[in-house]
């Protein structure tokens, strides 16, 4: 059985920053595509940003420049470091995975509702 996990998420102030982890186990195969989506209240979940089995990543462009995505060599562990915090990137945070060919933020808006593998979510509060 797979499992994914997320942690890390917490309250900040504006410009603070924060780390979100996200552990995996029970892959039969590694999927291709692994990604970090969230959610605001009252809104639908969103890409934010993604890295694929060859190393590319993609980044909304609200997070483009403050957010960074990484994998480390197991491809069990996600990584996504947030900086200068702004109050629009309150939500819970969503790890997922997906075994299918792409992973372009495009493709996520397409699969936000059916990846497949989510983890709970982490809250991430930013206050201003």
């Known amino acids: 059985e797979v499992q994914v996990v997320e942690s890390g998420g917490g309250s900040v102030q504006a410009g603070g920053s924060l780390t979100l982890s996200c552990a995996a186990s029970g892959y039969r195969t590694l999927p291709r595509c692994m990604a970090w989506f969230r959610q605001a209240s009252g809104l639908e979940r969103e890409g934010v940003a993604s890295?694929?089995?060859?190393?590319?990543?993609y980044y909304g462009d609200s997070v483009k420049g403050r957010f960074s995505i990484s994998q480390d060599k197991t491809g069990n562990t996600l990584t996504l470091q947030m900086s200068d915090l702004k109050p629009e990137d309150t939500g819970r945070y969503y790890c997922?995975?997906?075994?299918?060919?792409?992973?372009?933020?495009?493709?996520?808006?397409?699969?936000?509702?059916?990846?497949?593998?989510w983890g709970d979510g982490t809250l991430v509060t930013v206050s201003s």
């Open positions: 890295i694929y089995f060859d190393g590319y990543t």
């Open positions: 997922a995975a997906d075994s299918r060919l792409g992973c372009s933020l495009a493709l996520l808006a397409a699969r936000r509702n059916d990846m497949e593998y």
